[in-house]
């Protein structure tokens, strides 16, 4: 079965940066689509960027120009460098990995979560 382990978390004033890690195992990698997702406390778990596996990404408004996610599937590992931070940042961090053998067949897997803080 598909495990991820998340990595790279942790309290940084604004305007820091963290790069956040996803080690996966159990999987084709290289096949597989990921995605960070984070929630906050009170509010609705929130799509924060996406990489296919043929590598097109696609980030949340709230975070354009300031993260980016990326890629090693010689690791297979996904990653999202986050510039800029901002208080409202602040949140678990979820990867996720999604298995899409055939479209009738597609499953969801996440990692335990990371915290970020961001405060000063």
């Known amino acids: 079965q598909v495990q991820l382990v998340e990595s790279g978390g942790g309290l940084v004033q604004p305007g820091g940066s963290l790069r956040l890690s996803c080690e996966a195992s159990?999987?084709?990698?290289?096949?597989?689509?990921l995605a960070w997702y984070r929630q906050a406390p009170g509010q609705e778990r929130e799509l924060v960027a996406t990489?296919?596996?043929?590598?097109?990404?696609n980030y949340a408004a709230s975070v354009k120009g300031r993260f980016v996610i990326s890629r090693d599937n010689a690791k297979n590992t996904v990653y999202l460098q986050m510039n800029n931070l901002k208080p409202e940042d602040t949140a678990v961090y979820y990867c996720?990995?999604?298995?899409?053998?055939?479209?009738?067949?597609?499953?969801?897997?996440w990692g335990q979560g990371t915290q970020v803080t961001v405060s000063s």
């Open positions: 990489i296919s596996s043929r590598g097109t990404t």
């Open positions: 159990g999987s084709i990698f290289r096949r597989d689509d």
């Open positions: 996720n990995l999604r298995i899409a053998p055939v479209v009738e067949r597609v499953y969801d897997y």
